[in-house]
């Protein structure tokens, strides 16, 4: 009995940090995410940003996603990962408007991925 | 995680009414919650192994989802006999100084073909064999051997079950539907009151009437008469 009750409070403790950490991490990292794609978006909107640009955003999400793949499934890492190999393409070759849509559709995910993960009766279901 | 937590539990919940509701036949010697641990688990642990898109901290979580439901139960079950009720059920008494206890097996949505083959397996091959049997709450049948001497010698055949008469085994005890009826009428019984009625070979027959005691009697009584 007694070591019932510290194996069930050990993996309620377990469970519960570990979900408010994961919560947090992908929150966190996926706002930090967006702010730099905010600020890309409005050098792209200027037709200021260069390569050097996409490619400080492209290497952020390259140190974030090492740890996100513990959370997230790899494809939706993959997603993000292509929509910002082609932007980097398009503004490299100074296509602003062609760079744009692609910007607003990773902040689109920045902002959806996170969602997928908090609890709610539409992701339980 | 608290998400693949929540679908954890709810397929659970789901699976383990299921279960509980489909009786003792559906399980074999593990409480209904254990085979329901046993049915997910395995999944669990196969999904994210073999589709590496899916992070492994998702069947981790869902294990240890499992595990705690497990040991909550397993708290429950000790903490009193009205949990241990509802988790695991309790011991049908389908075998008593009666006979066949049709009530219960119904309960546990068996019948006595059932019953027979459960105990044939376990080497009872009349049902007049066992004083008691016990369909324990893990499905297994616990049995009450009678005293050797009062023993059948050959294999029976279920003759009527829950009112209904098994033509086959008829045929294969060489008795005529007018001969049933014949010993019915001896007997004062209608078939549909039967609960079970089994002969075998040698004439031997086991009758058990609703409400009332089982009897052991002879089928030669029919040729007499």
Known sequence: ?125 | MLVTLIRTLIIFITLFTVIRLMGKRQICEMQPFEFIITLIISDLACIPMSDVSIPLVYGIVSILGLFLLHQLISLLEKSGNFCKLVFSGKPSVVIDKWGVNIKELKKNDMGVEDLIESMRSMGYFSLDDLDYAIYESNGKLSALEKDSEKKGSAIPFLVVADGKVKKNNLYKLNITENDLDNFLKDKRVKARDVEVLTADDNGRVYLKVKNKKYEITSLKSIGEK
């Open chain 1, 1 to 125: 009995m007694k070591k019932t009750i510290i194996t069930i409070i050990a993996v309620v403790i377990l469970l519960t940090v570990g979900a408010v950490y994961e919560n947090r991490f992908i929150l966190n990292e996926f706002n930090d995410f967006d702010t730099s794609l905010s600020t890309l978006y409005s050098k792209i909107e200027n037709q200021t940003a260069t390569d050097l640009d996409v490619y400080a955003v492209q290497s952020k999400w390259v140190e974030k996603k090492r740890h996100l793949h513990a959370f997230i499934p790899h494809n939706e890492i993959k997603e993000v990962d292509l929509w910002l190999a082609e932007s980097v393409i398009y503004v490299k070759n100074k296509q602003w408007e062609e760079a744009l849509p692609k910007i607003e559709v990773l902040r689109e995910l920045a902002e959806q991925i996170p969602i997928t993960f908090s609890v709610r009766l539409e992701n339980i279901l």
